[in-house]
């Protein structure tokens, strides 16, 4: 059974920055996508980071309102995912979900932003970002 930790999360000012991790219990391949959602009181889910291994590369994928400001990481070997974000916006604020799906992906797939699409979910981890 495969499950989804997070850690990372916290407080910071504006224009900081903050590390997620999310390691998996359970076996992930390099294939399937690994992404990470954040979802705002009041607001839906939404995608912001995602990404996959196929062949030796990494093909990754961003929101606009993250892009240039996120990165998102992978450890194959270790079944984790990263978030580094910096220059936080307090619009950032919100809880970070990392989430994975089941369905190998090749060079020219993008991976999915719809919640629907991802099979395994982490409990969540707060960032609140102040101005």
């Known amino acids: 059974q495969v499950k989804l930790v997070e850690s990372g999360g916290g407080s910071v000012q504006a224009g900081g920055s903050l590390r997620l991790s999310c390691a998996s219990t359970?076996?992930?391949?390099?294939?399937?996508?690994m992404a990470w959602f954040r979802q705002a009181p009041g607001k839906e889910r939404e995608g912001v980071a995602l990404?996959?291994?196929?062949?030796?590369?990494?093909?990754?994928f961003y929101d606009d309102s993250v892009k240039g400001r996120f990165a998102i990481s992978r450890d194959n070997n270790a079944n984790a995912i990263y978030l580094q974000m910096s220059s936080l916006k307090p619009e950032d604020t919100a809880s970070y979900y990392c989430?994975?799906?089941?369905?190998?992906?090749?060079?020219?797939?993008?991976?999915?932003?719809?919640?629907?699409?991802?099979?395994?979910w982490g409990q969540g981890t707060q960032v609140s970002v102040s101005s």
């Open positions: 989430a994975a799906d089941t369905r190998p992906h090749a060079r020219g797939d993008n991976c999915s932003t719809s919640p629907s699409a991802y099979t395994y």
């Open positions: 359970g076996y992930i391949r390099n294939s399937y996508c």
């Open positions: 990404g996959y291994t196929y062949g030796y590369t990494f093909y990754d």
